[in-house]
């Protein structure tokens, strides 16, 4: 059973965010008019932002720290614990997956989590013309079941989900091809857009894969570490 | 035939079937306020949440507020009159069932607070089909569910014996339906001896398990804060704050519904200033508390050297919510003042010419002539030679000293109206705790980790929502009200049968004989003075 994680390395990142659109256009983000951005309703699964600096010092430096974030898969995850009907839950290989057709929007998972990667939508989420005819058409649905890339109907909270229906695909595929699934042939989309060659991907339990090596390295970090959260997304510091 | 006191059937049964205009005009009013923001609800729901100003990462608004407020307010009753109760105190007679009803509809108001806030209301039956038990979520509506039985049911108990009595006393102007409603829910009630064992037996149950049951759904409620780790919630002294907060604003608004009823009714005989003075010192006990809470949770964030928690706390002390919790201190000082300096001024202190009315005018005026001065920070004729620090610190001194003495005059005034001191308290304090919550969730929701941080304001739609409720909340006070007496009769009957009992009794008077010789052998003639 792999341990799926991610590393990102701030020192390659150049903060164009190419991984905010690749998701985007895999997950069917609805996208929110200028007026509703300003007020923070915007929906980003992945975004990048410029780190909080204290006034002096950001004027002093001149220069903005940028962070791209998706949703940690947090091995200890606060937003699960407080979800009153399991509408989010952690799956075998450790990913933080969100069902729409369960989520009652009662937002205490939205505040529970400490990195704020969770979106609510706060209306029926709408595309513009000739988008709304180009949705990608994966989902993950069954009874009572409605998750990945499929459309979010209002009122409902949605998040990063490691691109949950890549991977099923990944092993359907795999399955079809009579051979066995390998690790490879499973990722994001933003891992797999990065301008820079600054994510990476895989299964964190196999020592010899790029996580778990990468991790090793001294410029290894995790957000918020002391939230206790145990991000399985592992940050590469700059410098 | 069970037989009302001629007192109580004019003041307390007539009135039931009597209704004057200014109740219909009320109603009507209140009506039309529940009609608005039902609409306000309607298009809520069909346009989406969008039409609040919560956002990200403000995913918690006033609905959250409105919330812990009414659930708040909703331990005024049974809480309340259960201690009494258990406590046997008399002089709660009169006041329990104000206290009950309020409970019981604070409780619906403010459950229908998590409905209105919740982006898939259809979804509702969920949380028990697949609730999680993990889930704060699912601690509350578990025990809000059985603080609101229980009180229905506690509610509902000592009506049965008044029912009975209007079921009995029924004026013959009076429509059929009533009739069946009292005899329906009298259950047969007949007055025998068995029937009241069987109900103070069950009372009696009700009022002690109510107690853990009240004290655990604000603790609840201050979990579903306490158990994430958003900057300034994580705190343990959240379960005691809130339920002392609850308790504090729950007999705010108790007083303010006595007062109403008091003065509308005209039940003067009835609920006394004693209820007022007795009720009135728990009051200033909570209050005391609540304000040793206060200072603890802020204290201890001050000397945390919580990086992401000291935000959160500058914005309350001079930040964006440096109005609404500087608010909040005032109100909750001045009902504290307003409450105690009348108790302890002696009623002749009107020799001493601080409080005297002319002395406390005077200190109304300079303290408006300072805190001119100090809003427009223009500069004092005379005084200009001073070195600014120095005057920075005599205006300020100056205002607090002239505010001390409007204090002072204004407790010599409520010093004989201890009602209206009260009630203004009441008032004070049910504001002051509506924003203590709005104080506690838009700071750290506005302040989180990561996201950057934001402004909230409420929309038009949160606003109706919340007028709504209020109005919801008095429509069903009053309609309950027609229907049954304000003031639970046999428990004043049975009062009064105590108290004609207990003034039977004589106290042996002190041996005043005794004396008289004993200063006799002591060569004195007469006891002087
Ligand atoms: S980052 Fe947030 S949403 Fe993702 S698993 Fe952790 S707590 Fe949950
Ligand atoms: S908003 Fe949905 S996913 Fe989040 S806690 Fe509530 S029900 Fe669970």
């Known amino acids: 059973m792999a341990k799926w994680s991610m590393v990102i390395d701030l020192d390659k990142c150049v903060a164009c965010q190419g991984c905010s659109i690749a998701c985007r256009f895999e997950n069917n983000t609805p996208v929110v008019s200028p007026e509703e951005a300003a007020l923070g309703r915007s929906i980003l699964w992945n975004e990048v932002f410029p780190l909080r600096s204290e006034g002096e010092a950001a004027i002093a430096s001149a220069q903005a720290k940028f962070l791209t974030r998706p949703c940690m898969h947090c091995e200890d995850p606060p937003c699960i614990k407080v979800c009153p009907v399991g509408a989010t839950y ?47 058409p994966d989902r993950v649905a069954g009874r009572g079941d409605l998750e990945g890339p499929a459309i979010r109907p209002k009122g409902v909270v949605e998040k990063c989900t490691f691109c949950i229906h890549r991977h099923h695909k990944a092993i359907a595929r795999a399955e079809a091809e009579g051979r066995e699934f390998r690790n490879s042939d499973y990722t994001p989309a933003c891992v797999q857009t990065c301008t820079a060659k600054a994510r990476f991907f895989g299964d964190f339990d196999d020592p010899n894969s790029t996580v778990s090596r990468l991790s090793q390295s001294r410029r290894a970090f995790r957000l918020l570490d002391e939230a206790g959260t145990s991000p399985k997304v592992i940050y590469l510091h700059e410098g | 035939m069970l037989k009302a006191d001629q007192k109580d059937k004019d003041k307390l049964i007539k009135p039931l079937f009597e209704t004057g205009r200014t109740y219909w005009v009320t109603i009507a009013i209140l009506l039309a306020i529940i009609g608005w923001a039902l609409y306000m609800y309607y298009r809520q729901l069909t346009l989406g949440m969008k039409v609040t100003g919560m956002q990200r990462p403000v995913y918690w608004g006033v609905y959250m507020v409105n919330f812990i407020f009414f659930i708040g307010i909703s331990h005024a009753g049974t809480l309340i009159s259960a201690i009494l109760r258990v406590t046997g105190a008399e002089w709660r007679r009169p006041i329990t069932r104000v206290a009950e009803a309020i409970t019981a509809f604070a409780l619906i108001v403010g459950s229908l607070q998590i409905i209105i806030d919740m982006g898939r209301p259809d979804r509702l039956l969920s949380v028990i089909l697949n609730g999680r038990l993990q889930s ?29 009595l209007l079921r009995d006393n029924l004026p013959p102007y009076s429509p059929a339906w009533r009739k069946r409603l009292y005899s329906i829910m009298a259950l047969g009630w007949r007055g025998n001896r068995t029937q009241w064992i069987r109900l103070e037996k069950a009372i009696a149950v009700m009022a002690v398990l109510i107690i853990p049951i ?18 300034g ?29 008091r003065w509308k009714l005209k039940l003067e005989e009835y609920i006394t200033e004693k209820q ?30 919580e990086v992401y928690e000291f935000p959160v706390l500058t914005s309350k002390l001079w930040g964006d919510y440096a109005v609404s919790f500087w608010v909040m201190v005032a109100l909750m000082v001045v009902s504290f003042w307003i409450m105690v300096i009348p108790r302890l001024i002696s009623k002749t202190a009107k020799r001493f010419l601080v409080f005297q009315p002319r002395f406390t005018t005077g200190a109304v005026l300079l303290a408006v002539v300072t805190g001119y001065y100090l809003v427009t920070d223009s500069t004092i004729p005379g005084l200009s030679g001073i070195n600014p620090e120095t005057l920075f610190f005599l205006v300020r001194g100056s205002l607090l000293v002239e505010l001390l003495f409007v204090g002072l005059g204004v407790a010599k005034w409520f010093k004989t109206r201890l009602v209206a001191a009260t009630t203004v308290a009441g008032v004070m304090v049910v504001i002051g705790m509506w924003l203590e919550r709005w104080n506690i969730i838009i700071p750290t929701m506005t302040h989180p980790y990561l996201v950057s941080w934001a402004e909230y304001h409420p929309t038009i739609t949160e606003v109706a929502l919340t007028a709504g409720s209020v109005a919801l909340f008095i429509f069903m006070f009053l309609v309950f009200f027609k229907l049954f007496p304000i003031i639970s009769i046999w428990e004043v009957a049975e009062g009064r049968v105590i108290d004609a009992e207990r003034a039977k009794v004589t106290i042996p008077m002190p041996e005043a004989s005794g004396i008289k010789e004993r200063l006799r052998g002591k060569g004195i003639r007469k006891a002087r003075g």
């Open chain 1, 90 to 136: 952690k799956d075998d290989e450790g990913i933080v997956r969100q069902n729409y057709a369960r989520c009652i929007g009662c937002r205490f998972c939205t505040v529970a989590c400490p990195y704020g990667v969770r979106y609510f939508n706060w209306y029926e989420p709408s595309w513009e013309e000739g988008m709304d005819t180009h949705l990608n």
């Open chain 2, 136 to 164: 704060p979520i699912l601690w509350d509506v578990l025990s809000v569910t059985a603080y609101f039985l229980g009180s229905i049911t506690y509610l509902y108990l000592p009506v049965i014996p008044d029912a009975a």
């Open chain 2, 214 to 231: 009240a004290v655990s759904v604000h603790t609840i409620i201050s979990w579903i804060l306490a158990t994430t780790v958003q900057p």
């Open chain 2, 233 to 261: 919630w994580h705190s343990t002294i959240f379960g005691p704050y809130f339920v002392v907060g609850a308790i504090f604003s729950g007999i705010g608004a108790l007083f303010i519904a006595m007062t109403i009823v």
């Open chain 2, 276 to 305: 007022y003075n007795n009720l009135g010192l728990i009051f200033i006990t909570m209050s005391a508390v609540w304000m040793y809470f206060t200072y603890a949770e802020h204290m201890i964030i001050t000397a945390g050297q």
